[in-house]
DNA sequence: TCAAAAGTGTTATCCTTACACCCATGT
DNA sequence: ACATGGGTGTAAGGATAACACTTTTGA
């Protein structure tokens, strides 16, 4: 049996809320010159009595933030995974989480931030149509990126690879499919971690604002969990104020999903599936005709096998 | 900042495999007296690249086996998820993964034993219909459970939870619900391991058989995160010998997912889906007319957004 | 009066489910 | 003959997607 030494377990988190139609990020300043991170801190295995509650302690020391929902992700463990453990660090394997917070629930202070997600994967917002990176910069560079294989074969696997995951040819763009998606721009080079990485300088523009260590990787991973889970478990009305109407309760999806969804048929999804219930009151105006207020309908999770909000999405077209 | 002392990665797996008609586990002996565990061993933070690269190092030394499809499942890191933690151990930390093997890949040395997996969770077992362990023990003793709760408050929580997880009322029965299971028996001091962990003497008959240390919940994991998958990404061919019929598929797929399935429904889907194409080959008679073989179409996964295997429930009736 | 958002109604299409039935082989 | 498994056809019902249209407010 060989040593075990110099394993540190970090937790880290994605505390994800909702500021007007955009998903933000609770961020924290890092080591990295020029870097944000995701708020993290270590498990102690003698205060703690699960990982959760340890992250659950961590981010109140860190941000004074109480987390309501909060589920594990995955644990990241890959070598180099922190550029430090190259300088001889200790080898540290990280336990991400994603959380959810109401928007107002607590106020950051000062050190820390919410920032839009969507600067740091700018390819994965389609609400305005394609994103013009996508075809202005992205596309090409991986198209450049397939051809550059040495061998025929690896070049098919790069180039169904890339079809799969960017949408190319007759394949439709899956908005789950986030870390796949960020994993092929790492090994393309287009992000400036797979440069910062191996102590290279980087080619070319990078794509998106970089973090630090992996907690981009991280990130993506929670995005693809959340549109995943927003789909079957009604986690969605963890992010929603008390009472909302439902185009709030649309752009709140949308925001997630990164696209735009069917106005009259996303109503009648949520309707029909019982997720709300009218609270009686009515909004104040907000441009136009005024809304009825809902509310979330705990006793769904009883009825439906997978209560969650489907998502209609929109074609062509504009706005709805 | 606290101390950071004392951690240990352990790596488990639970490795599938089908032997007619049943999914069954790799097992290994265990410390624990009268109980078996899953295959597992220590992370090695100099020398494993990755964690899954640990894994695969850690079957192989330990079983002789190489793996071929592993996902990380979740990282289990509760106090005294291993009893020998009490007795001064140091806190074992549990990476969990699922990995699947193709039936006699290797020959596993003696010392190890491929298990039928529902011997340790019976209840998720109804493709004879519903289990009599639910009805004779699980429903009477949780009803009790539910009823023995302090508080009014109380009681209707664990009602609803009941109620979800083992379908009563109108509820249906979802497959997928594993985990949600297991707790809840666990909660409800009905498995062997409630009253090992804390301690004390058993009351009434446990359900199942137990494992050791926390592997029965990391079991109860690894079954959920399957059967959800075989439903949007082909895993189950990782399962299968190269050609197989698509009754043998059916089989497989009924074996994971721990009902039965609707006959020409299934083929129907199978087919339309595009997930198989025939090899022109014949199998040999098993009991009526000879059937095509068929063999994964690898195609498929650039096709659709979500290949796997749709589950037509077979409802009331006899096999087919 | 127009823009913006709230709502209602209807239809075509696809997918799932269920049922009925015929085919080929071994005992 | 009949049991066992292989394989096809089709019709009902439900969910989804797409379209058209009315209502109510503020600027």
Same mark, same amino acid.
């Given at each position: 049996?060989?040593?075990?030494?110099?394993?540190?377990?970090?937790?880290?988190?994605?505390?994800?809320?909702?500021?007007?139609?955009?998903?933000? !990020?609770?961020?924290?300043?890092?080591?990295?010159?020029?870097?944000?991170?995701?708020?993290?801190?270590?498990?102690?295995?003698?205060?703690?009595?699960?990982?959760?509650?340890?992250?659950?302690?961590?981010?109140?020391?860190?941000?004074?933030?109480?987390?309501?929902?909060?589920?594990?992700?995955?644990?990241?463990?890959?070598?180099?995974?922190?550029?430090?453990?190259?300088?001889?660090?200790?080898?540290?394997?990280?336990?991400?989480?994603?959380?959810?917070?109401?928007?107002?629930?607590?106020?950051?202070?000062?050190?820390?931030?919410?920032? =839009?997600?969507?600067?740091?994967?700018?390819?994965?917002?389609?609400?305005?149509?394609?994103?013009?990176? !996508?075809?202005?910069?992205?596309?090409?560079?991986?198209?450049?990126?397939?051809?550059?294989?040495?061998?025929?074969?690896?070049?098919?696997?790069?180039?169904?690879?890339?079809?799969?995951?960017?949408?190319?040819?007759?394949?439709?763009?899956?908005?789950?499919?986030?870390?796949?998606?960020?994993?092929?721009?790492?090994?393309?080079?287009?992000?400036?971690?797979?440069?910062? =990485?191996?102590?290279?300088?980087?080619?070319?523009?990078?794509?998106?604002?970089?973090?630090?260590?992996?907690?981009?990787? !991280?990130?993506?991973?929670?995005?693809?969990?959340?549109?995943?889970?927003?789909?079957?478990?009604?986690?969605?009305?963890?992010?929603?104020?008390?009472?909302?109407?439902?185009?709030?309760?649309?752009?709140?999806?949308?925001?997630?999903?990164?696209?735009?969804?069917?106005?009259?048929?996303?109503?009648?999804?949520?309707?029909?599936?019982?997720?709300?219930?009218?609270?009686?009151? !009515?909004?104040?105006?907000?441009?136009?005709?005024?809304?009825?207020?809902?509310?979330?309908?705990?006793?769904?999770?009883?009825?439906?096998?997978?209560?969650?909000?489907?998502?209609?999405?929109?074609?062509?077209?504009?706005?709805?």
């Amino acid at each position: 049996m060989r040593s075990v030494s110099g394993v540190v377990i970090e937790l880290s988190a994605v505390i994800v809320a909702l500021s007007d139609d955009a998903p933000t !990020i609770l961020l924290v300043p890092s080591e990295d010159v020029g870097a944000q991170g995701l708020p993290f801190g270590p498990f102690d295995p003698v205060g703690d009595r699960t990982l959760e509650e340890g992250l659950r302690r961590g981010v109140v020391q860190q941000a004074g933030l109480t987390l309501g929902y909060a589920e594990q992700l995955y644990t990241f463990g890959d070598r180099f995974r922190d550029p430090q453990e190259r300088s001889g660090g200790p080898r540290p394997v990280s336990v991400g989480y994603l959380a959810l917070a109401r928007q107002g629930d607590d106020a950051p202070s000062p050190r820390e931030s919410w920032t =839009d997600w969507y600067r740091f994967l700018p390819w994965e917002d389609w609400r305005g149509g394609t994103p013009g990176l !996508i075809d202005s910069v992205i596309v090409p560079r991986l198209e450049a990126w397939c051809a550059a294989a040495t061998s025929k074969a690896e070049q098919q696997r790069r180039r169904d690879r890339t079809h799969l995951t960017f949408a190319l040819g007759d394949a439709t763009w899956d908005n789950e499919r986030v870390l796949e998606r960020y994993e092929l721009l790492y090994e393309a080079q287009l992000v400036a971690e797979s440069a910062r =990485d191996q102590g290279k300088p980087l080619l070319g523009v990078a794509t998106g604002t970089p973090l630090a260590k992996d907690h981009r990787r !991280i990130l993506a991973t929670a995005m693809g969990r959340l549109r995943a889970k927003i789909k079957y478990r009604p986690v969605i009305f963890e992010l929603m104020p008390p009472a909302f109407t439902l185009l709030q309760l649309q752009r709140a999806a949308e925001a997630l999903a990164g696209g735009r969804l069917h106005k009259q048929n996303f109503r009648r999804l949520v309707a029909h599936e019982g997720l709300v219930e009218p609270t009686g009151q !009515i909004s104040v105006q907000t441009g136009g005709r005024p809304a009825e207020l809902f509310r979330f309908r705990r006793g769904v999770v009883l009825e439906r096998p997978a209560p969650g909000v489907r998502l209609p999405v929109k074609r062509g077209g504009k706005s709805s």
